[in-house]
Nanobody, 128 residues
Framework: QVQLVESGGGLVQDGGSLRLSCAAS????????MGWFRQVPGKEREFVAA????????SYAESVKGRFTISRANSKNTMYLQMMTLKPEDTAVYYC?????????????????????WGQGTQVTVSS
């Protein structure tokens, strides 16, 4: 059974930091692009960050650029999202996703519909 499991969410004050993890099991995603998305109730799920298989190529939503850092440890089949200087508007359920296709390339995408595997989400709440 293929699973992506997020962890590390929680309640933090405005300006605080959190580190999310996404652990994969059931198959290896080390050769594929992965990404983080987030969703607030009543709103569309939105792109946060994406990373190529090697970790050398990344992209970010403008709203998080300079504050969030995406990374991965393929030997551990795990991806991370370091979130700094958090703001109340960062409050959301955060999802990790894996895109199976274009292995061992620098390709990564903000298009959620290209991702075939998703985690169950972890809540991040930033209080003002």
């Amino acid at each position: 059974q293929v699973q992506l499991v997020e962890s590390g969410g929680g309640l933090v004050q405005d300006g605080g930091s959190l580190r999310l993890s996404c652990a994969a099991s059931g198959r290896t995603f080390g050769m594929y692009a992965m990404g983080w998305f987030r969703q607030v109730p009543g709103k569309e799920r939105e792109f946060v960050a994406a990373i190529s298989w090697s970790g050398q190529s990344t992209s970010y939503a403008e709203s998080v650029k300079g504050r969030f850092t995406i990374s991965r440890a393929n030997s551990k089949n795990t991806m991370y999202l370091q979130m700094m200087t958090l703001k109340p508007e960062d409050t959301a359920v955060y999802y990790c996703a894996a895109r199976v296709g274009a292995p061992y390339t620098d390709y990564h995408t903000s298009n959620q519909y290209e991702y075939g595997y998703w985690g169950q989400g972890t809540q991040v709440t930033v209080s003002s």
